[in-house]
C-alpha cells in the first residue's frame, strides 16, 4: 500500500505516513456471544480511533487503509471526537449495520455502524474492551451507495431508523452523477459539514476488485467508482476517508491482487483531485 503514497506525492499532495498501527494478538478472545475476536478488535479500533485523532488535530485529511471494515468504528470515533458534525458516505455492496444480536456471522466488519449510532445504543451489549466507544452519530447523518447484500435485519434497522440508501438500484435507474448529486444535497446544509467517506472495495464489482472478503456480484463499475470520489473530492469537504477489504490474500491470480490495489489507489488518488481530463501545473508554459 506504499504505492498510494508515492503515487499521492508525484501527483502534487503533501503525504505524511503516520505509518502502520501493530495490533497485538490476543489468544484467548473467547467469542461474546456469536460475535467473534471482540477483545482483538475492540483494542485495535481504539488505535485507530487515537491515530485518526492525531491526524485530524495536526490539520490534515486523513487516510485510513485496511484491514477489514471493522476500522471504521475507531476511524469515525476518532474522526467525530475532533469534527463532531461530521457526516457518512458508506459505500459498500453490504450495510455493516448488524448488532452483535442480530449478526448472522458474528464478524465484526458486518457491524461497525451499529457501535456508531445514537439510535442503536440501547440494542448493544457491554462487549469485553468495547466500553470506550460512544456512539457519536446520528442516522440522519450517514449515506449509503452500492448496497446489494443487506440481511433482513439490516434492512429493519435502514427503514426503521430512515436512514437514507441509494442501492444499486438507484445507481441502475438514476445513474451515478444523480445520485452523487442527490446524496450531496442530502448531507450538506447552509453549513458545509466535514465528510467521512467509508468505502469498502467490495462495493466495486469484483470484476474490478476481486481480491476481497466478500465479494457479490453486481457491483459499481470502475467507473462509477472512480466518479463518486471525483465527485466527493470537489465538494472540498472530504476530511478523512477509510479504504477497507483489500485483501491480496482472497486473489485467486496475482493479477487479481494488482487488479484490486490498481482500483484501491485510483479511489484515493480520485478523493484528492486527480481528475480524468487530465491536469497541468498553475506556472505551466509551452516550450
Ligand atoms: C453479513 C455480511 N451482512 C454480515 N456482511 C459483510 O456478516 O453481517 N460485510 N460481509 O462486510
Ligand atoms: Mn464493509
Ligand atoms: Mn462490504
Ligand atoms: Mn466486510
Redesign the pocket.
Known amino acids: 500500500m506504499y504505492e498510494e503514497i508515492i503515487k499521492l506525492s508525484l501527483s502534487g499532495c503533501a503525504v505524511k505516513d503516520y505509518g502502520n498501527l501493530k495490533f497485538e494478538d490476543l489468544p484467548d478472545d473467547e467469542p461474546f456471544g456469536s460475535t467473534k475476536r471482540p477483545r482483538a478488535v475492540g483494542l485495535a479500533n481504539k488505535q485507530v480511533a487515537d491515530a485518526v485523532q492525531r491526524v485530524k488535530n495536526d490539520g490534515h485529511t486523513c487516510v485510513m487503509l485496511g484491514g477489514?471494515?471493522s476500522l471504521a468504528i475507531g476511524s469515525i470515533h476518532g474522526h467525530a471526537a475532533c469534527r463532531p458534525e461530521l457526516k457518512v458516505v458508506w459505500v459498500d455492496a453490504?450495510a455493516?449495520i448488524n448488532t452483535p444480536l442480530t449478526s448472522p456471522t458474528g464478524n465484526i466488519?458486518?457491524q461497525p455502524m451499529s457501535y456508531l449510532i445514537h439510535e442503536l445504543c440501547a440494542k448493544i451489549p457491554h462487549m469485553p474492551s468495547f466500553s470506550w466507544i460512544k456512539p457519536c452519530i446520528a442516522a440522519k447523518d450517514i449515506v449509503y451507495i452500492g448496497l446489494r447484500d443487506v440481511d433482513p435485519e439490516e434492512h429493519y434497522i435502514l427503514k426503521h431508523l430512515g436512514i437514507k440508501t441509494f442501492s444499486m438500484t438507484e445507481v441502475d435507474s438514476l445513474g451515478i452523477a444523480k445520485v452523487m448529486e442527490q446524496t450531496c444535497d442530502y448531507i450538506s446544509s447552509k453549513i458545509k459539514n466535514p465528510i467521512h467517506l467509508s468505502y469498502?472495495i467490495?462495493a466495486l464489482d469484483p470484476s474490478v476488485a476481486p481480491a476481497t472478503?466478500?465479494p457479490v456480484i453486481g457491483g459499481l463499475t470502475y467507473r462509477e467508482g472512480i466518479y463518486i470520489t471525483e465527485y466527493l473530492c470537489q465538494t472540498g469537504l472530504l476530511s478523512a476517508i477509510d479504504l477497507v477489504?483489500v485483501n491480496p490474500k482472497q486473489a485467486k491470480r496475482e493479477e487479481e491482487v494488482h487488479w484490486t490495489a490498481n482500483a484501491a489507489v485510483d479511489l484515493v488518488l480520485g478523493c484528492f483531485g486527480r481528475v480524468r481530463e487530465g491536469s497541468h501545473a498553475a506556472d505551466y508554459k509551452i516550450p
Open positions: 477489514d471494515h453490504h455493516d466488519h458486518g469498502d467490495d472478503g466478500t477489504e
